[in-house]
Structure formats: structure tokens, C-alpha cells
């Protein structure tokens, strides 16, 4: 079973750009769909992006499409969140997952694997 760590999180102002990564560790990176999942204060977790295993298929929520985009080395063990024109909106902890899985998912009970996550906040 792999383990993940998030990274690349912090203050940004609004129409700025984060990179976040997930290192992952312990197991076949490259046998996991990996998702972004994130949570603001008093909400449930969310669904943001997903990618499959080969990075062949990516899926985005709604709200991040056109702004966000998901990638993957399977050669680093590390998937990646690049998100441009960052709104007040977005700030959350942003937690990647894997998820042992063969297409792209974005369901988050479908989940095994969390990261502890990494804190986003985007000022106006």
C-alpha cells in the first residue's frame, strides 16, 4: 500500500498559481488512480481532479475545469495539481488519494489511500 505526501500548498493571492505534489511511497505507484480531493472549513470533502493510471484520463469538477490541471510521473512516484487563476473560493486543505483502481475516479469512498494534506488559502 502506498504512502502519500503532500507538498507545494500556501498563501496566494487571487488570480495567482500553486503547484501542489504528492510523493508517493511503499508500493506500485503506477497500479493506483490518483485523485485531488479538497475540504474548506465546515464543508465536506470534495472531489477536485482525478487521473488514471497511466495518465491517459483526467476528470475535473466543474468548479476547477479550464483553471486546474492533473499529472503524473509514474517514473517520481508523484502526481501533481497545477492550479492557475486561483479565486477565494479554492481555499481548502487539498489532499490527494489513490485509489487502486483501473480508469479515472471521482468517487471518494473509492479511495483507499489519503495524504494528510496540504493548506491552500487564496486572498482577495
Known amino acids: 500500500q502506498v504512502h502519500l505526501v503532500e507538498s507545494g500548498g500556501g498563501l496566494v493571492q487571487a488570480g495567482g498559481s500553486l503547484r501542489l505534489s504528492c510523493a508517493a511511497s511503499g508500493g506500485t505507484f503506477s497500479s493506483y488512480a490518483m485523485g485531488w480531493f479538497r475540504q474548506a472549513p465546515g464543508n465536506e470533502r470534495e472531489f477536485v481532479a482525478a487521473?488514471?493510471?497511466?495518465?491517459?484520463?483526467?476528470n475535473y469538477a466543474d468548479s476547477v475545469k479550464g483553471r486546474f490541471t492533473i499529472s503524473r510521473d509514474n517514473a517520481k512516484n508523484t502526481v501533481y495539481l497545477q492550479m492557475n487563476s486561483l479565486k477565494p473560493e479554492d481555499t481548502a486543505v487539498y489532499y490527494c488519494?489513490?485509489?487502486?483502481?483501473?480508469?479515472?475516479?471521482?468517487?471518494?469512498?473509492?479511495?483507499?489511500?489519503w495524504g494528510q494534506g496540504t493548506q491552500v488559502t487564496v486572498s482577495s
Open positions: 487521473i488514471r493510471w497511466n495518465g491517459g484520463s483526467t
Open positions: 488519494a489513490a485509489a487502486y483502481f483501473p480508469g479515472v475516479i471521482n468517487v471518494r469512498e473509492k479511495y483507499d489511500v
